[in-house]
Each structure stands twice: as C-alpha cells, then as structure tokens.
C-alpha cells in the first residue's frame, strides 16, 4: 500500500514532464533510491560513425536525474508527513519543480549506443538553494560514462 | 566555404540535433551559430511550458562543438570533455533559442569555446557556457607510437598468462 503510493506519487511527478518522455527515460526506485534508465533510441546518437550518445542527450539526462531526484526528496518528506496528498498529485496538482542555476558536466567515456543508467545524490538542500552530484554509467558501474554537479533554485514552499 | 558546408552538413546529420530540431545557421573560423525552435516535447516544466534545462545544454554542446569543427586548427571529429552551464533566465515559451559559439584558443590535443544563448530577445541571455573539448589534430606519430607499445605490451602479458 505505501509502496504502491510512493510509485504513483513517482509517476505523477514523471509524466507530467513532456522532455522526460522525449528522451525516454524512466525511473526505478528503491526505497528512497532512485536509478533513472535512459533508453537506448536512434535518436539519442551524437556521432552516427562511432556511434556514440550525443554529449547534450546524456548531459541532459544527468540534469533530469538532479531534478527528479532533488523533487522526490522534497516530495518524500511532504508524502510521509501527510502534507500533501496522493489523489491531489494525480489531479495534476504537481509541486513545482528546481530551477537550474549552473550545471557543470565532465565526460569520462563516450556513451556506447545502448542503455544509460543514473543516480544522483542531493549533497546540499536549503530553502533556497540546493547541490546535487550526479554520475551515469553503462554495462559497469565502476565506469561511469559521464558525471555532473548543479546548483539549483528550490520552489517557493507554502507559508 | 566548402569547409563550412561539410561541418553544416555533418552537423544536420546527427540523428540527436535532429531531433531536436536544430538548425546551423552559420559555421566557420571557430565560430558556430545555431537554432532550435520550439516543440512541445521540449518542455521542461509542464505548468509554465518553459524548454527543458537539459534541451539548451543539448544545443549548446552542439553549437561548441561545431565551433571546434570549424576551427582552422582541428582536422577532424571532437568531443566534449566537459562543459558548465549558467541559467540565467527561463526561455520564453514559444520562442526558438539560438546559440552561438566561438573556439577562443585551441592547442594541439584541447579547444576551449565559449557560448550563449538566447531568444528573441538577443540582450538578455537565457544560459552561457564554457567548455573545453577534444582536438584530433594532424596524424601524430608519437600517439601512434605509445598506443603500439602498449598492445605490444598487453601481448606479452598475455603471452605470460598463457
């Protein structure tokens, strides 16, 4: 029953992003864990020769992972609190998302043309302001393909 | 001109810049301009329709990029080794973002670019970047040299392991 809140929670803050659905990423959680799944499309190639993922779809990817990841932590609290509710978040009554303010991207590895895996982790969350840490890797997580730091503008909360 | 011409072509044949919509509007000395309309499945934030963080970083990688390409200095293909993004304002909605690059310095292994980009209204940007990228320059022996004496080497552990 919690599991199955949290999911729907989840999805009704995904789907409602047209960008996520373009990309085709999707989302797998765990707990408070959650892994984004960048699905391997034609579209999503850079370098047609090598082939290789184009550098703005997996840097995009990576920022997708902060902002969800950095919601579902706001999102979580307020869930678990009783704040907000499941059935106003399926109305479409959605809580605004981070602003990114500066996101800084270093490419380790050209990404191979198939999936992409991510995870991110909120190093800092003020009223304000927030940092996140990103990485995404392939067949080894050992070997991450690219990683990412931003900096972003939290939503105005109620009150 | 004609140099110009391969990198425009190159560049709308990327099967992501495609999708994205994006159109080189001009490529040459290190120094690219490029647009991207505006789309729906562009959208970042659904209640103010604003274009993704990640859709600009996506155009200003491709932009950099192209500016590298056109650098009288690189004889080749490039790729990014990394690149910072500022926000510094939302895109207005309905507005095409252009972006536009230029190679400030380039050595023989690195190029670093500038960028920023805008919409309608070219006086107050939407995101500038900074980034530094991978140049192949002309054919080098040394490279050629090392790479050999490493698969010569991994042939004789392997030899060993035998």
Sequence with gaps: ??????????KALVEGV??????????????DEITSILHFKEHLIGNP???????????????VTSII????????????????ALDELEAGKLPRLPKTIGF??????SGLPRDAYARAQVTRSGRRYASVKSEAWQD??????????????????NG | MTDTKITQQFFEALP?????????CFVGEGKAEISMPYAEHLIGDPQTRVIAGGAVSALMDTCCGAAVMSHPDCNGATATLDLR??????????????????????TRSVAFVRARAHDDDEDRPVAAATGTFTVVGAPCSGNRQSQCKWSSKGATLRSRHL
């Excluded at chain 1, 020769?49 to 920022?63: D, I, M, N, S």
Aim: with cysteine; net charge neutral.
């Design chain 1, 104 to 109: 800084t991207v270093d490419y380790l590895r």
């Design chain 2, 85 to 106: 993004i500022d926000y510094m304002r939302p895109a207005t909605p309905g507005q095409q973002v252009r972006a536009l690059a230029e190679c400030y310095h380039i």
């Design chain 1, 69 to 84: 990841g950095l919601s579902w932590s706001m999102l979580w609290d307020d869930l678990e609190s009783g704040e907000l």
């Design chain 1, 1 to 10: 029953m919690v599991k199955q809140r949290r999911d729907a929670a989840l």
């Design chain 1, 18 to 31: 047209p960008y996520i659905q373009f990309l085709g990423i999707t989302f797998d959680r765990r707990g």
């Design chain 2, 16 to 24: 992501h810049a495609n999708a994205l919509g994006i159109d080189i």
């Design chain 1, 140 to 157: 080894n997580r050992d070997r991450p393909i690219v990683q990412a730091t931003g900096h972003f503008l939290m939503p105005r909360r």
């Design chain 1, 49 to 63: 020769v090598l082939p290789a993922l184009h550098g703005g779809a997996t840097a995009a990817f990576l920022e």
